[in-house]
């Protein structure tokens, strides 16, 4: 088990849509990812619970910053940000 912190995820995130963005794949009018990006993103991806949502929007318990998950969960994870970093990034 590992602990991930929420800013872990968030920058996760980040490094993704950042990656493809510098890849071309997404209109070139901004070249830096937001925070507000990075936000709308989390709550549109339909590969993410609700819970999750929560969770990376800081709207979880108020101290509560980090939770225990698999690595297997940790790799899902990166899996579907991927996945949707793809899809996203046609609207971005």
């Given at each position: 088990m590992n602990i991930v912190s929420r800013s872990q995820l968030r920058i996760t995130i980040y490094n993704?849509?950042?990656e493809v963005k510098q890849k071309g794949v997404c209109?070139?009018?901004?070249?830096?990812i937001t925070k507000t990006e990075v936000m709308n993103f989390i709550e549109s991806n339909p590969?993410?619970?609700?819970?999750?949502?929560?969770?990376?929007k800081d709207k979880f318990i108020e101290d509560v910053d980090a939770m225990m998950v698999s690595e297997g969960w940790k790799e899902e994870f990166v899996k579907r940000v991927q996945?949707?970093?793809k899809i996203y990034s046609r609207f971005i």
């Open positions: 993704i849509m950042n209109d070139e009018e901004s070249s830096v590969y993410f619970d609700e819970m999750l949502k929560i969770f990376l996945k949707w970093v």
